[in-house]
């Protein structure tokens, strides 16, 4: 069973960089479809960075341009790298897998069925 451990979750201010860390175990990468995904407070969880096949990428639009995805095969570790942070980032932070076999779009949480534990981000003004 594959298992997903996030970290790097931190408290920092407008405009700082964070790099988030997912650590996956008994986990063969060409088998599934990676995402992040965030949840603020109050509000429902959302996609905002998934990386399938071949190592395209996709984002959503409140995160292009300042948030990239990225995995290191060697390490099993996924990543995503947070930058040009903003008040509205702040929420807690999940990684999760899906078989690559989904024809679902890449974003929606409900598509994946593997999920870590969270790490939270918190962004001050």
């Known amino acids: 069973q594959v298992q997903l451990v996030e970290s790097g979750g931190s408290s920092v201010q407008t405009g700082g960089s964070l790099r988030l860390s997912c650590a996956a175990s008994?986990?063969?990468?060409?088998?599934?479809?990676l995402g992040w995904f965030r949840q603020p407070p109050g509000k429902e969880r959302e996609g905002i960075a998934a990386?399938?096949?071949?190592?395209?990428?996709g984002y959503d639009d409140s995160v292009k341009g300042r948030f990239t995805i990225l995995e290191d095969n060697a390490k099993n570790t996924l990543y995503l790298q947070m930058n040009s942070l903003k008040p509205e980032d702040t929420a807690m932070y999940y990684c999760?897998?899906?078989?690559?076999?989904?024809?679902?779009?890449?974003?929606?949480?409900?598509?994946?069925?593997?999920w870590g534990q969270g790490t939270q981000v918190t962004v001050s003004s």
């Open positions: 990386i399938g096949r071949f190592g395209i990428t």
């Open positions: 008994r986990f063969t990468y060409s088998n599934y479809y």
């Open positions: 999760a897998a899906r078989p690559i076999s989904s024809n679902s779009p890449p974003l929606v949480p409900s598509s994946y069925n593997t």
